[in-house]
């Protein structure tokens, strides 16, 4: 991945089956929120760093309602 491979700074398994993310790419300082569900289907949320904790505690406020079913 160019500018570095991100770190991961956080990491949850919900109860519906999605795992979530909070990543962090050291080069540029970008945030990201990863969501995976059972699917195996990706879902990629940027956040700034005043939001990043938000996004990753309620990804979906922040998605597309259609998110998983586009990526499907």
């Known amino acids: 991945m160019p500018g570095g491979r991100p770190k991961e700074l956080a990491r949850r398994d919900d109860s ?3 795992q979530v993310s909070l990543r962090w790419r050291r080069a540029d300082g970008r945030l990201t929120v990863v ?3 059972q699917a195996g289907r990706t ?3 940027p ?3 005043a939001t990043a904790l938000d996004v ?3 990804p979906f406020v922040y998605a597309d309602p259609r998110a998983f079913k ?3």
Request: no cysteine; net charge negative; charged share 20%.
């Open 47 to 49: 956040a700034s760093s």
């Open 16 to 18: 519906d089956g999605l």
């Open 70 to 72: 586009d990526a499907a």
């Open 56 to 58: 990753y505690y309620h």
């Open 35 to 37: 969501v995976t569900d």
């Open 43 to 45: 879902l990629r949320l």
